[in-house]
């Protein structure tokens, strides 16, 4: 097939692509360079509107506080997902008859909206009805039946526990098929040399793992920068209690929509296009420390 053809049969993907995200993203880009007046744009203003959020409050207070969160969202996620998502695609692994359906088991929270998840597990953590506090109470637990989203010190790890809980599946079905990939006679033949499982495991089939691991990684980052449904599920636009559970996302909601400011269409245009250079900075450092990892794998 020419190259000519190939454009041809692409092309209404790209157009695709170009109207609805390249367009966006640019216009966005565009507004956070200049002043506004409600809907109205006013002069160009350069940088101003990234310095205010810098040099003004309640940026000075709020974007730091926020940026924290999503960094400690992501790197808990992270955690949770490749080590209990690895262990269960190891265990579904062996498991040849059952392993499709526990799959799909696994793979069902994350087929439902955040936001229904969220207010699901509100539901269920609520410290005067929910079952989760009640049951701790039955079991001899009081200690342990917490008010968990109405204290600060909580909160942002109920939205973790709950966000890996929910996408636990993606990374089993990952590294479930990443695993079928690893060559068998690899295994046999450091059994056969004397290793045990774990040394095998160690030393042979996780790092053939590593690309599928950084996948999982590089994804989970992403999500994790602009994630929105869930701690407006837990916390609402304003990221209670006491701001515990405020996101990047959330600050910019709040900006373009909340806060009544004459200029928010340029604050919030500013902290989009900040957040855009975080989630593609980290992506491409992260995708090119994977492909060096993978070129060594190779030689």
């Known amino acids: 097939m020419s190259r000519r053809s190939g454009l041809f049969f692409v092309a209404p ?58 960094i400690a969202f992501f790197l808990g996620t992270m955690l949770i997902q490749n080590t209990l998502g690895l262990g269960i695609a190891v265990l579904l692994h062996k498991r040849a008859r059952t392993r499709r359906m526990l799959q799909t088991l696994y793979a069902m929270p994350y ?47 109920v939205v973790v526990l709950v966000s890996a809980w929910q996408w636990v599946g993606f990374p089993v079905l990952l590294y ?9 006679e690899l295994s046999e033949a450091a059994r056969v040399d004397g290793a045990t499982h774990w040394q095998t495991f160690r030393s042979i089939v996780f790092p053939l793992l590593v690309p599928a691991i950084g996948t999982v990684s590089i994804l989970t980052f992403i999500f994790s920068m602009e994630a929105f449904a869930l701690p407006y599920a837990f916390g609402g636009s304003t ?36 957040l855009f250079v975080v989630i593609f900075g980290g992506a491409v450092v992260a995708t090119r420390v994977l492909r060096r990892h993978q070129d060594r794998v190779a030689a």
């Open 176 to 184: 479930g098929a990443a695993l079928g990939g690893v060559p068998e």
């Open 111 to 157: 087929l439902v909206s955040p936001i229904v998840i969220g207010y699901l597990w509100t539901l269920l953590l609520s410290p005067t009805f929910g079952p989760v506090n009640a049951l701790l109470r039955k079991v001899g637990l009081e200690s342990l039946a917490l008010p968990w989203l109405g204290d600060p010190k909580t909160a942002l790890w």
């Open 239 to 274: 990221g209670n209690p006491a701001g515990a559970t405020d996101f990047i996302s959330l600050l910019f909601y709040r900006t373009a929509f909340e806060n009544g400011s004459t200029n928010a269409i340029g604050s919030s245009s500013a902290i989009a296009a900040l």
């Open 13 to 70: 993907a790209l157009l695709l692509f170009g109207v609805f995200v390249l367009y966006p993203m640019a216009s966005a880009l565009s507004y956070a360079f200049f002043s506004w007046q409600g809907t109205t744009r006013g002069a160009f203003v350069g940088l101003e509107n990234f310095v205010a959020l810098f040099t003004q409050e309640p940026f000075t207070t709020q974007l730091p506080r926020a940026f924290g969160h999503n």
